[in-house]
């Protein structure tokens, strides 16, 4: 256990590019309230947007995407770094890599604890002076943000849950029965640590945490974003629709015609468009923030 407070960076760096002057990305490891070091990345929207040539607009400055990649992913995956390229255009991006994933530390839950990950890396970018944060979560990171807007109310400004499941223990897909051999078996969690570069943890959930679906309702008013495809082979259309009912009026639900799951399934149209709903309705001050 660590006394350092969440969002602590342990290490951190930034090294200016010698023919320009501009900041390099700020990588550095912040200690979660349960002591885990999570590798994450800043990166400073005027940076990338001045080495984007097909956006016809700058960035807001007062506004920082922070993103929860899937299960098996982590910081410098090249589906992840191309999620923030993306987004980068429309504000500053954090990125980091979830507990037991990558170069952070600890072992992966499967989206429990992952919470106190997210928690961490919000605080973290709302320290760089940004007034608005949104968080975007893929998959397992979907389930994640959605359950972090429940249990820290008002420290995020709006939040998109993309391929995200509703409920726990969901066997009814073939990736879903692979996915659980691959966490509850020591073969599976050999495959996931040597084949994957994921790290699982080999104790069951105690107690069971808070689903998806029942988080969802404890997010209002923050504005949310539900992004499902119809041809997602992890979780049917029954998951978003679930998850959007229980939401209620506060909740937006776009079914993507011919997308599948996930980071690698959202081109860069739907990207696009994910970033400028969270520049439309992430609100200056809706999280607290003056």
Do not use: C
Request: hydrophobic share 40%; proline share 8%.
């Amino acid at each position: 256990m660590s006394n350092r407070p969440a969002g602590h960076a342990a290490r951190s760096t930034v090294r200016p590019n010698p023919e320009t002057g501009r900041r390099a990305p700020n990588r550095t490891f912040l200690h979660t309230a349960d002591g885990v070091p999570v590798h994450s990345v800043y990166n400073p929207a005027a940076v990338v947007y001045e080495a984007a040539s097909d956006t016809s607009r700058p960035p807001s400055s007062d506004l920082v995407f922070v993103i929860a990649h899937g299960f098996t992913g982590d910081v410098d995956r090249p589906h992840v770094r191309r999620v923030a390229g993306v987004l980068a255009r429309y504000g500053a991006v954090v990125t980091f890599s979830f507990r037991g994933h990558g170069a952070s530390g600890g072992r992966s839950t499967v989206g429990d604890k992952e919470v106190l990950d997210l928690a961490a890396a919000v605080e973290w970018a709302r320290g760089f002076g940004h007034a608005r944060v949104v968080t975007v979560g893929f998959s397992m990171g979907g389930s994640v943000v959605l359950r972090h807007a429940a249990l820290y109310p008002g420290t995020v400004d709006a939040v998109v849950s993309v391929s995200a499941p509703a409920r726990w223990y969901y066997r009814g897909t073939a990736p879903m029965r692979r996915l659980h051999w691959l966490v509850t078996r020591p073969e599976g969690r050999l495959v996931g640590r040597y084949g994957l570069r994921t790290r699982i943890h080999h104790r069951e959930w105690n107690p069971v945490p808070l689903s998806p679906v029942q988080a969802v309702p404890r997010i209002a008013p923050t504005p949310l974003l539900i992004v499902h495809g119809d041809r997602d082979g992890y979780f049917p259309l029954d998951h978003p629709r679930m998850l959007a009912e229980a939401a209620g009026d506060h909740a937006e639900l776009w079914l993507e015609p011919g997308m599948g799951h996930a980071e690698h399934a959202a081109d860069e149209a739907l990207l696009a468009r994910i970033g400028d709903w969270g520049d439309g309705n992430a609100r200056t001050g809706a999280a607290g923030v003056p």
